[in-house]
């Protein structure tokens, strides 16, 4: 686990300037001899504040590497040095500058030692809070993410038993009757399972998802004869090679078969299409409705869900999964970015 | 012994066809894809023994043999199925037969065997306790009309209304009988029906708008149908967040 912030993203170096702007009106507000105006303290003491800061933040981002090489502990010392001894030189320069140029904004030429040492106090208070601070949000994170992936591990799309037995029966009838065909149902079921027991996380490609879904489709073919009709559309310009979670599709299309072909008795085609969009890709799965009464007991959408939070954990925001529920037909539509997915 | 195989998928049918051959002593009536289907067959051919396939379209095993049971003379139900855990579960412990798929000739032997033993209306009430026990609601109805057996599908059905010791069931314009009380119907299908006086129920889709006479009642209007239907003062408010639902 790493235990120091990415001092160079965004959202960290926010929560430093937040922080810093809120030191800023705590030093500001609190009682003193007022001799100076509120608006243009509130601005010096800004201006010196954020400037300390960020430049704690900027030192800690480059420093990164070298301190990650250390001991945690050796590790953290030295960046709370790093920041002690920025703030001490730091303070000097100001009052420094400061005396030299006679602009008044510190404190008198007395008093450099005691404006020194207690900015360094302070950065050292804070310093203390804010490094515990982004400590404990990253464990928390390294945390969820462990627990998101305990549950994809779980969702880890599976094949159901049912699918397997009936292919089983198919094969059972088709060896006397037509072999050749039950030799490919037994190849294709072969390649389902080799993806199913073999899929532990590890990145599919959106190509080989793709002839998944065919070997799949055509087991289901057989199994129920000319009421499965299928008609798969594949844009020449998907890029086959894009990374995507292993069995992204497969349930999906297993949906359309069970909820909306099979409960039909003259049966129902499963459209699939897929397309390059902008720099990503689209996958629509169509299949038809069956009237209510004819429906299978959901389960709630389970496949569904699941689905999208592979997604969602696979590509972010990016990923998008769409369902339009019309009354007689059923659109899942898949939205993926063509980037490498966040590494697990 | 005369058998009618049931399943929506042919592979299946085919293999049991080919099994059912090798065991001899056994003559197929026929085939059917979907419950509904089989049980309108059986109510026709009388089988002896129906192989039933559970999840099928229109209706699924577990209510055809519901709906088996109560034929004259009942035929033998043997299960055929995938992999249901329930189905197991709840025939584990009875007569009842059921074969797990690819299903094995010597297991369709023993089981014909036994189908053979048990007079099919023994086996039938087993299985129609069973059913029942279970008790998912129907999908149809099972009505006879002049001799007939007639399945109507609950979701086409309007009304229900008591008179006497029968039911009528309206639906798409025709009414025929059941003898089955209202109340049981309405355990049964309560999400779909509302009772709207003592002696009826409306199914809730159906309902279109309610009319108030001049002298103080109120009737409920079914869409697609003339008649009005009187509800009860005791009923309204139930039946005014049935119409506004709708």
């Not at chain 1, 994809?152 to 037509?178: E, K």
């Not at chain 2, 099919?120 to 149809?140: F, I, M, N, P, Y």
Request: proline share 5%; hydrophobic share 50%.
């Amino acid at each position: 686990m790493r235990w120091l912030a990415d001092f160079c993203s965004l959202p960290v170096l926010f929560v430093v300037m937040l922080v810093a702007e809120l030191v800023v009106l705590v030093i500001v507000i609190a009682p003193s001899d007022e001799s100076r105006a509120f608006l243009p303290r509130l601005a010096t003491t800004t201006v010196f504040v954020q400037w300390l800061g960020l430049l704690c933040a900027v030192s800690l981002c480059k420093l990164r590497a070298p301190l990650e090489r250390l001991q945690p502990l050796l590790g953290v010392v030295t960046a709370y040095l790093v920041m002690l001894v920025i703030s001490l030189a730091g303070s000097y320069l100001v009052f420094t500058l400061d005396q030299q140029l006679s602009l008044g904004l510190t404190l008198p030429a007395q008093f450099q030692t005691r404006f020194v040492i207690r900015n360094a106090a302070l950065c050292a208070l804070i310093g203390t809070a804010l490094l515990r601070y982004f400590y404990v949000l990253e464990q928390w994170r390294t945390r969820v993410r462990a627990e998101a992936q305990a549950r994809l591990d779980g969702l880890q799309a599976r094949i159901r038993p049912h699918f397997l037995f009936n292919s089983m029966n198919t094969i059972a009838s088709l060896i006397r009757t037509q072999p050749a065909a039950a030799e490919h149902a037994v190849e294709d079921l072969s390649d389902l399972f080799r993806a199913a027991l073999g899929a532990d996380g590890a990145p599919s490609t959106l190509g080989s998802e793709l002839e998944l879904v065919r070997r799949y489709l055509a087991i289901e073919q057989l199994r129920l004869g000319e009421r499965l009709q299928v008609t798969m559309q594949i844009d020449d310009l998907l890029p086959l090679q894009m990374p995507v979670p292993a069995l992204l599709l497969q349930p999906l299309v297993e949906n359309a078969v069970n909820h909306g072909v099979q409960p039909l008795p003259q049966g129902g085609t499963v459209a699939l299409r897929a397309s390059r969009v902008g720099s990503g890709v689209e996958i629509a799965i169509a299949n038809p409705r069956p009237p209510e009464g004819q429906r299978l007991p959901t389960r709630n959408g389970m496949a569904l869900a699941n689905t999208r939070s592979r997604i969602e954990y696979h590509f972010g925001w990016r990923g998008v999964l769409l369902v339009q529920e019309g009354a007689e037909d059923f659109l899942v539509t898949l939205r993926l970015p063509d980037v490498e997915p966040a590494k697990p | 012994m005369k058998a009618l195989i049931v399943d929506d998928e042919p592979p299946a049918r085919a293999r049991l066809v080919s099994l059912l051959q090798e065991c001899g002593d056994v003559e197929l009536l026929g085939e059917a894809g979907d419950g509904r289907t089989a049980v309108e067959i059986a109510a026709r051919l009388a089988p002896d023994l129906v192989l039933l396939d559970i999840s099928m379209p229109l209706m699924n095993g577990l209510e055809a043999a519901r709906h088996l049971a109560t034929l004259d003379p009942a035929p033998a139900v043997i299960f055929c199925t995938a992999f249901d855990e329930h189905a197991l579960a709840a025939f584990d412990a009875n007569a009842i037969d059921y074969l797990v798929k690819p299903i094995r000739l010597e297991r369709l032997q023993g089981a014909l065997a036994r189908a053979q033993r048990y007079s099919g209306g023994a086996v039938a009430k087993l299985q129609l306790e069973q059913l029942d026990a279970q008790s998912a609601s129907r999908t149809h109805l099972c009505v006879r009309v002049r001799g007939n057996l007639v399945l109507v599908p609950v979701t086409e059905i309007d009304y229900l209304m008591a008179e006497d010791k029968y039911v009528v069931v309206h639906y798409r314009g025709n009414a025929v009988l059941i003898e089955e009380p209202l109340k049981a119907l309405e355990t049964e299908f309560g999400g779909r029906f509302v009772r709207i006086h003592r002696n009826c129920l409306v199914a809730k889709a159906r309902l279109v708008g309610l009319v108030r006479t001049t002298d103080e009642h109120v009737f409920a209007k079914i869409a697609g149908c003339e008649v009005q239907l009187e509800v009860s003062r005791r009923n309204l408010p139930v039946v005014r967040r049935a119409v506004k639902g709708a």
